[in-house]
């Protein structure tokens, strides 16, 4: 048992929250008076957390990484719950921040293709011809699938790309089941490896 601050009762010891869980201290206010402060002071609260957020990036980063570490499988199978629950939701986002900024997003990417003409062009051939050495025989649904991957991937825009899960250079099929959407920045990273492992669940898999 122990006495609230706020409203003198006493009570159970889980009807406080921690306060420092390692150290075991709990805090002096009880769920209940915290949440009854919490919504009274919402905007003056939300406020100083801001402020605080601020001036912790670094602490606040550090924290996540270490959660995510711990958590790593955890987390990944929820988001795969989540991606499947809101396959609709998700899509129809993507579609509408598409639209919003199509205007941008496709005077970046005209940007980037202009200043790098030759580059382009040569990815582009060269991938093509692997692309189809290694495309097996697609059934409709599967071609469908393939086809639906590129539409998402154009959907988002400039910082998305469809890729191969297993790369091609390194003997992958052109198969939906080889395929997903991850960012730009990913697709970077992960080059030709075989086990690039994607820290966070901004990725799309049919
Ligand atoms: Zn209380």
Redesign the pocket.
Known sequence: MKR?T??K?Y?DINMFSWANKKKGTRQC??R??KSKNYFENAENISKKQKIWRGNNKEHLKKQKKRYYEKNKSEIAAKCKTYREEHKDYLSDYFKDYYKLNREYILNRRKQYRMNNKDKVNNINAGRRVRVLDQSPKLTDMEKKRIEFLYEISQLLGDGWKVDHYIPIAEGGAHHPDNLWIITTEDNLKKGAKLDYEIEHDMYFEL
């Open positions: 609230c706020k409203c009762k009570l206010r009880c209940k008076c």
